[in-house]
């Protein structure tokens, strides 16, 4: 069962423009885990924000959690073609799986 | 070495085959996934191994048969698939027991296609 939902399903931006994407979940959690996947490939771990933490930055990422509205967003600063890829966040509740949200679909165009 | 490795990349196979995924990672990590993602969905866990022992089993078809033979490999054998496994299976390990919630490394994949 998928826990997150992702906002939006698909995002088109130029190169140099900011993107944000945004998941809601259901339950509460230890964690939320932001994870990128190029077409076809494996998963790539990108940032983990625990449930006490409201703000965490990681190079051009910066991820926000906000408990009180089961929600978390992901920007990213000043796109690159290469940040190409589908963005997934996860969430780990109680049973310490790690439950995919549904995914955004982010094309940067050069 | 922070690799997770998987063999095949791709694999066709018909209903009546029998074949084995695998999975290999040297970072010492202690827990072994296996997930399965269909096209445009996010992948959804199948298995975990915690200090080599099975401690999830997602409700999988038995027709999906894990094997984890030490700390560092893990298998998937495949036996009388349906066509609607075809997918792309994907093995992740964290560092600590999955109690631990650390982040996953995942290998590349297996893109499966069963005729």
């Known amino acids: 069962s998928q826990q997150g939902e992702e906002d939006p399903q698909a995002l088109s931006i130029q190169e140099g423009e900011n993107a944000t994407m945004n998941c809601s979940y259901k339950?509460?959690?230890?964690?939320l885990q932001w994870y990128r996947q190029n077409s076809g490939r494996g998963l790539v771990h990108l940032i983990l924000i625990r449930s006490n933490e409201r703000e965490k930055h990681s190079g051009r990422l910066r991820v926000t959690l906000d408990t009180s509205k089961k929600s978390s967003s992901l920007l990213i600063t000043a796109s690159r073609a290469a940040d190409t890829a589908s963005y997934f966040c996860?969430?780990?509740?109680?049973?310490?799986?790690?439950?995919f949200g549904t995914g955004t679909l982010l094309a940067v165009q050069p | 070495d922070t690799e997770v490795t998987q063999t095949p990349k791709h694999l066709v196979m018909g209903m009546t085959n029998k074949k084995s995924l695998k999975c290999e990672q040297h970072m010492g990590h202690r827990a072994m996934y296996w997930y399965k993602q269909k096209a445009k969905k996010p992948p959804e866990l199948m298995f975990v191994?915690?200090?080599?022992?099975?401690?999830i089993n997602e409700s999988v078809p038995s027709r999906f048969s894990p094997e984890c033979p030490n700390s560092s490999l893990l298998n998937l054998h495949l036996h009388a698939l349906q066509p609607e496994d075809s997918a792309l299976y994907l093995c992740a390990s964290s560092q600590g027991a999955i109690a631990t919630g650390s982040e996953q490394y995942f290998g590349p994949g297996t893109r499966l296609t069963v005729t």
């Open positions: 996860a969430t780990r509740g109680a049973t310490n799986k790690l439950i």
């Open positions: 339950t509460s959690i230890n964690n």
């Open positions: 191994y915690s200090y080599e022992k099975l401690s």
